[in-house]
């Protein structure tokens, strides 16, 4: 998912005339509404018993996902990058629990969760496109105004 070499820049300060690799990915700033997987259930062994225990997701982690799984970029997401976001969730609930915070950043930045991250993906979000309609604009005819006030 990540783009190798240098953070990109923009046109006005691009000084080579070498064309970039990698074009920009403008995507539509609307939250993405498309089908997503949800969370699965999540198990820890019981160091005790060493038996497997279903846990529940932290609710940090739960709003974490909601906002993360509708970011307008994930309609590019495939598969592999919707499964790669779950284990960043797993990531995430341990984070909360205590743990893994610099796993975490390199994780979210992979996933573009940031504008600095985005812009080093070549990811741009853009204003929607309005519909065009085909109804010309109610403008009155010259030739009439000037039959009427001569």
Request: glycine share 4%; aromatic share 8%.
């Amino acid at each position: 998912m990540a783009v190798v070499g240098r953070k990109p820049k923009s046109d006005k300060e691009r000084r080579n005339r070498v064309a970039p690799v990698h074009d920009w990915a403008e995507v539509e700033d609307i939250p993405y509404t498309g089908e997503r997987p949800r969370l699965p259930q999540r198990f820890r062994t019981d160091p005790e018993t060493g038996t497997s225990v279903r846990v529940s997701w932290p609710a940090r982690t739960k709003g974490w996902w909601d906002i993360v799984s509708r970011m307008p970029h994930c309609r590019l997401w495939s598969a592999s990058d919707w499964e790669f976001a779950i284990e960043t969730a797993e990531v995430h609930a341990r984070f909360a629990e205590g743990t893994n915070a610099t796993e975490l950043r390199i994780r979210q930045k992979l996933l573009g969760t940031t504008a600095d991250a985005r812009r080093d993906l070549r990811i741009k979000y853009v204003q929607p496109k309005t519909a065009k309609t085909d109804q010309p604009a109610d403008v009155v005819n010259i030739d009439d105004y000037r039959d009427l006030y001569g």
